[in-house]
């Protein structure tokens, strides 16, 4: 299983854009890279989804360099609202073959 | 309607007691899961069911028994609660097992062992 590591928190003021990295120096082939978002009191919510390269949708950007042994998640211009516990799971759940990192507390501040 | 709900979403007791905890889904997933969330926030796999079916079961003590009666519901029965059992616990559901397929979460069931 792949073992990542995140930064135990961040903090940010509204409107910046925010990265935060995940490292996953021993991600497996067939492993991709998933983006949760989890507020006080609920479960995990998924962000973003990735292989290799560059992904984006309406809420975040992901990227991923050619050795795929890291992954930054891109938050643009953020909100109060985004304030909260971000991981990265890397592999496939379903398969028994995933770990999800430790998470990072994302605090923005106005 | 709530994709991934569990019941109850408080719950208290003493040790040494047997509770439960039920998960149901309404997505048409085929997978669900037990994730265990500690008072430092990391998230861990518990057990994860397709179709009725055990398909991982991680280093859990047996105290702890997944039940599938059918693959929209996985319930979880614990026995002789330990203080160490206190935490959250969430259920999950996804589409199909070995896929890479987005995770549904439940609101989580936050269990207090006195």
């Known amino acids: 299983l792949a073992k990542t590591t995140q930064p135990i928190s961040m903090d940010s003021y509204e409107g910046q854009e925010v990265n935060i990295t995940c490292s996953h120096n021993n991600i497996a082939t067939n492993d991709y890279i998933t983006w949760y978002q989890q507020f006080p009191s609920q479960g995990p919510r998924f962000i973003i989804q990735g292989y290799k390269t560059k992904v984006t949708n309406e809420v975040a950007s992901l990227f991923i360099p050619a050795d795929r042994k890291s992954s930054t998640l891109s938050l643009p211009r953020v909100s109060l609202s985004d304030t909260a516990v971000y991981y990265c799971?890397?592999?496939?759940?379903?398969?028994?073959?995933?770990?999800f990192g430790d998470g990072t507390t994302l605090t923005v501040k106005p | 309607d709530t994709a991934v709900s569990q019941t109850p979403k408080y719950l208290v007791t003493q040790m040494g007691n047997d509770k439960s905890i039920k998960c149901e889904q309404n997505l048409g997933h085929d997978t669900m899961y037990w994730y265990k969330q500690d008072s430092k926030k990391f998230l861990k796999i518990m057990f994860s069911y397709n179709n009725k079916e055990l398909i991982i079961n991680e280093t859990v003590p047996n105290r702890f028994s997944p039940k599938s009666p059918d693959k929209a519901h996985l319930n979880l029965h614990i026995n002789s609660l330990e203080l160490g059992d206190s935490a959250v616990y969430f259920c999950a559901s996804s589409l199909a097992a070995g896929g890479t397929g987005e995770l549904f979460f439940g609101e989580g069931s936050r269990l207090t062992v006195l």
């Open positions: 799971l890397v592999g496939a759940p379903a398969a028994g073959k995933s770990t």
